[in-house]
């Protein structure tokens, strides 16, 4: 029995010599087909900024690196009912909207462009 489980060691110690040899020679090759990534830049788009939150007043939205064209928004309570908002622009990707009247509570405000796509929802508290 010893002798057998000897065998079967020596055998699996071989084949895995055999598979790691395979894998480093593959490595090379890949590495000298692959395109080079360290100059290329990952700047990420339409990085959304909601605050203060909790708010009281104002919510402020701000949209670095944005590609949107036409910004839209939409509120929404935390049960789903809709909320009428008029935001206002306060600068170039920047808007706030008067929450001083809302019921203290978690809502969803939702940013979408129609024109790219784009839709993203945000949850907040209103104290």
């Avoid at 978690?106 to 979408?112: A, G, H, M, Q």
């Amino acid at each position: 029995m010893s002798l057998k489980k000897t065998i079967l060691s020596l055998i699996l110690s071989i084949g895995f010599l055999v598979v790691q040899a395979q894998d480093s020679t593959s490595n090379v090759n890949r590495s000298i087909e692959s395109p080079d990534f360290e100059n290329t830049s990952l700047e990420i788009k339409n990085q959304i900024e909601i605050y203060p939150n909790p708010s009281v007043n104002f919510l402020i939205i701000e949209i670095k690196n944005s590609e949107l064209d036409r910004v839209e928004f939409e509120m929404r309570s935390i049960i789903g009912n809709k909320v009428t908002i008029v935001p206002e622009e306060i600068g170039r990707d920047k808007f706030r909207i008067n929450v001083k009247d809302f019921s203290t509570g978690y809502y969803f405000l939702v940013v979408k462009d129609e024109f790219t796509r784009f839709k993203e929802a945000h949850k907040f508290l209103k104290k």
